[in-house]
């Protein structure tokens, strides 16, 4: 099937959340200390100077925290690696983004779970395993979209516009 090649452990260079808050508030601590006990001796010309480099060098400091906060914030938002491969494989099986097809996926709930639950546990693929119902916790996320079609129960699912931004976050975050 292919999707266990996309999906694997990965650890990210963006720092949590704790440490981004952590290294603000030892920041703000040492800004305080700067500038209430340094900049008062110093000559009026030298606390120019200096305040100007301080204050670029807490422009620069805003601007990566803001940087490492907005990626942790993204890489909160995606789900389980299980959750990434159902959407992988509803990405491969409607065809999303190759011409001359509907970007939908026309099949029975049953089936959808069937091939949900072998996707995710495809390293384990010499037991057997049962379908798992997969179809409602996607749809219940909103991470897929499904009209029924109602030929013999037969629903169209095609991935929902969050379900795209949860894929493309996990496709660029690699290098995060």
């Not at 099937?1 to 981004?20: Q, V």
């Not at 995606?78 to 491969?85: R, W």
């Not at 099986?93 to 779970?113: C, D, K, P, V």
Request: no cysteine.
């Amino acid at each position: 099937m292919g999707i266990r090649l996309m999906i694997y452990d990965r650890t990210y260079k963006t720092l949590t959340s704790e440490r981004i808050a952590f290294y603000s508030a030892m920041y703000a601590v040492l800004s305080l200390i700067i500038s209430n006990l340094v900049m008062r001796f110093l000559d009026n010309q030298e606390v120019v100077v200096a305040a100007v480099l301080f204050v670029i060098v807490s422009i620069f400091f805003s601007l990566w925290a803001l940087r490492q906060s907005h990626r942790r914030i993204k890489i909160n938002k995606l789900p389980s690696d299980y959750i990434i491969k159902i959407l992988y494989l509803v990405k491969k099986e409607s065809r999303y983004g190759q011409e001359g097809y509907s970007q939908e996926w026309h099949t029975y709930q049953t089936a959808f779970n069937t091939k949900a639950t072998d996707a995710v546990f495809e390293e384990f693929a010499g037991l057997k395993i049962e379908p798992q119902e997969y179809f409602t916790f996607v749809l219940a996320e909103n991470l897929i979209t499904a009209t029924a079609i109602n030929i013999n129960n037969s629903i169209s699912i095609k991935l929902s516009k969050k379900g795209l931004e949860r894929l493309e976050i996990f496709e660029k975050s690699e290098k995060w």
